[in-house]
């Protein structure tokens, strides 16, 4: 009996994606005419890189697929010196999709870098993150499983028809939200390239000016492990913006693209699994494991920013009284804080039972997760991803972990001006790339430990940070709205 499956490649072979095998690929590409194989890679700089391959004939596309293809590692990678500078990709099957852009009918697949010895390359964003699960596995005896939600705004000629109010497009319908035909395009096609998508909707900014306007949207995704959920999220965002191209709109995932309207966040959904089920949740309460995993992410929080808030207009969304946090702490439900515990459906089955009375009431898993809130679109994400791994590993680490946890706690809304006296004994997030940078320096060994992050990529990302100057940035700016505006369109594209 079939199932049913959203990649092309995986319905016709009826067959799951990690199950793949060369062989698998070359049936499918002599059975439906595929002239043109693309290898896709995350560089240095978290893009999708592109490698081209017109099929010459059976023996060339069994070549490619075995053995991969050379690249110029010091154009993807800063650290490597370009007088010894070769790197092979070698694709990996169980991520091959069919491109639903391509001209010319093609698969594309993506791939990791090795070194000329044939070892993985250690400062590869997507190495980094699989060293980091790893790790955090052999720490807690138990997977690291994560999903993104993609907040983005699409950029276009100002639509006088079916008007919204700013700041009030969560979850309007067409035609009041507009540009619900893109984000359904997309979803449609990020599906079809493996992307476990969850749902997708109109999010609340809707930013007017005098002849464009700004709508923002949001697609999310489902748990699945840290790896394959980064590997999504980067091919997501290419889909987004390449559908983006096609309609003539931009898409923006920077963090902040106005003053005064909201930001996008890339908000990641973090649960642990063990022998395939979710552990969160302990008798109907937060369980210590997932209290252990928060206290990593309390005492881990301000250098995450260095992967996770990469521009300077990164932090001219973590700025009070907004949704997106500046203080380290976690709540149940609380949008202000740093983390939030969502619902996670702990009593389902009497409202399905009251939502369809008469009808059999279907057993509801629980899905807990812990949401942490601070990244944004300029996220690397393997490199956010592998630091959260770091995170939690360190929290399962500390022997005083649950007590830990326990003090960055919160039960009231922290913006309310009645729990103000709060804010000054929170922890604060840094202010600037600068802090961020500093941050990391002072942290560095625990992400750097048991070999998960180089000292070499670390270093890096340090130099990129404090070379954007930009300490006390939003004072400098107080009031330039020009300056402001130029930053804002300087890192629209992240």
């Not at 694709?91 to 993985?120: E, W």
């Not at 590869?124 to 993104?148: D, M, S």
């Not at 998508?197 to 697609?219: F, N, P, T, W």
């Not at 209290?291 to 001219?316: C, D, H, Q």
Request: net charge positive.
């Amino acid at each position: 009996m079939s199932k049913i499956y959203a990649n092309k490649i995986a319905a016709f072979l009826n067959k799951e994606p990690r199950d793949f095998t060369r062989p698998d690929i070359v049936k499918y590409i002599k059975a439906n005419g595929v002239k043109m194989v693309n290898f896709r890679y995350v560089a240095g700089d978290g893009r999708l890189k592109t490698l081209n391959f017109i099929i010459n004939d059976e023996k060339y596309l069994d070549r490619i697929l075995s053995a991969g293809e050379r690249v110029d590692g010091s154009s993807l990678f800063k650290s490597i010196d370009a007088g010894s500078s070769d790197l092979y990709v070698v694709p990996r099957y169980r991520t091959a999709f069919v491109n639903p852009f391509s001209p010319v009918p093609a698969v594309d697949i993506l791939c990791g870098f090795y070194t000329a010895d044939g070892k993985p390359f250690a400062s590869a964003p997507g190495e980094v993150l699989r060293r980091a699960e790893a790790e955090f596995t052999k720490t807690a005896g138990a997977e690291f499983h994560a999903l993104g939600e993609l907040e983005y705004y699409i950029v276009s000629p100002r639509n006088p028809l079916y008007p919204t109010a700013a700041q009030k497009g969560y979850h309007e319908s067409q035609p009041f939200a507009k540009w619900e035909a893109l984000r359904v395009e997309a979803m449609a096609a990020i599906a079809e390239a493996g992307g476990r998508i969850k749902y997708g909707h109109s999010e609340v900014g809707l930013i007017r000016a005098e002849d464009s306007e700004m709508a923002q949207q949001e697609i999310e995704f489902l748990p699945v492990p840290a790896s394959d959920a980064a590997d999504q999220l980067a091919v997501a965002k290419w889909m987004i913006s390449a559908i983006g191209h096609k309609y003539g709109v931009v898409i923006s995932f920077a963090p902040k693209i106005s003053i005064g309207h909201a930001g996008s966040g890339l908000h990641v959904h973090t649960c642990l699994l063990k022998n395939g089920r979710n552990i969160m949740l302990e008798k109907g309460s937060l369980s210590a494991p997932a209290r252990k995993l928060i206290a990593g992410f309390m005492e881990l929080a301000a250098p995450m920013t260095a992967f996770g808030n990469t521009v300077p207009t990164s932090y001219f969304r973590l700025v009070p009284h907004q949704e997106a946090p500046i203080n380290v702490c976690w709540a149940y439900r609380n949008r202000s804080a740093l983390v939030r515990i969502p619902l996670g459906w702990t009593n389902a089955a009497g409202m399905v039972k009251d939502a369809n009375p008469g009808s059999a009431t279907p057993s509801v898993d629980p899905a807990q997760t812990v949401e942490f809130r601070s990244a944004d679109g300029s996220a690397a994400v393997h490199l956010l991803l592998a630091g959260l791994c770091v995170a939690a590993r360190r929290g399962f680490e500390r022997k005083d972990a649950l007590a830990y946890a326990d003090k960055f706690f919160v039960d009231k809304n922290i913006y309310h001006k009645e729990h103000a006296a709060l804010l000054g004994k929170l922890p604060k997030l840094p202010s600037s790339c600068w802090a961020s940078a500093e941050s990391l320096a002072k942290y560095r060994s625990v992400f750097e430990a048991k070999g998960v992050f180089t000292p070499q990529l670390v270093d890096g990302l340090i130099k990129r940070l404090k070379a954007y100057d930009d300490s006390n940035l939003s004072e400098r700016l107080y009031g330039k709205e020009e300056e402001i505006k130029k930053l804002v369109d300087e890192y629209l594209y992240c």
